[in-house]
């Protein structure tokens, strides 16, 4: 999923480019080119790979949707810039509840097992990503330009592949690391350029 998820900042600059009259300058486009070029090697190994690990049409459909879902509320965000951030915080915080609860009730189990395991996850959950990077990445919406904030989202891939290594063992490739290079190049490449309106 964190893979896939480097489509985001290519979704942001085209919507950008098509629905809100922005013009990206070359410098921009090349930087998000070469990320994604360095996401391309990361993602090789998982495209070439079956069984655990691999990649399949749901993951894919799944991670697609994700994309989506997240530059459009990256999108709103920047809409809602004069708003509060706490209450920009709180509409997005209740559209990802109302989302869970729907997803829970299809899909998961009444079963709470209430292990130390699980409430450190949901803890983790709660206040790391929805809290402090949600809040993080609203911050830099409003201060700065959508493409150059998304571009951060190319080093998504190569750390989740350098943490699956150290957490599970996963073991990585020779072009995972040169794609780790690339795609960290292609975000300063990114975030050095400036965006005309």
Request: aromatic share 8%; net charge positive.
């Amino acid at each position: 999923m964190a893979l896939l998820g480097a489509l985001q900042p290519l979704f942001t600059a085209l919507i950008a480019v098509s629905f809100l009259g922005k013009a990206l300058p070359p410098r921009a486009w090349a930087g998000l080119l070469i990320g994604f070029a360095g996401v391309g090697l990361v993602l090789a190994p998982k495209l070439a790979g079956h069984g655990a690990g691999s990649l399949t049409v749901l993951t894919v459909a799944a991670a697609m949707l994700s994309v989506l879902a997240v530059t459009g509320g990256t999108m709103v965000q920047k809409w809602l810039s004069a708003t509060d951030l706490r209450v920009a915080a709180s509409i997005q915080s209740f559209g990802a509840a109302i989302v869970a609860a729907a997803a829970t009730m299809l899909l998961g189990t009444s079963r709470w097992d209430g292990t130390p395991l699980l409430w450190g996850a949901l803890v983790w959950a709660v206040l790391v990503p929805s809290m402090v990077g949600t809040t993080l990445l609203m911050w830099m919406m409003r201060h700065g330009d959508a493409t150059k904030v998304t571009a951060l989202l190319l080093l998504v891939p190569p750390l989740a592949a350098i943490q699956a290594y150290v957490f599970f063992g996963e073991t990585l490739a020779r072009v995972q690391f040169a794609g780790f290079a690339l795609a960290l190049g292609g975000v300063l490449l990114t975030r050095s350029g400036r965006a005309a309106s």
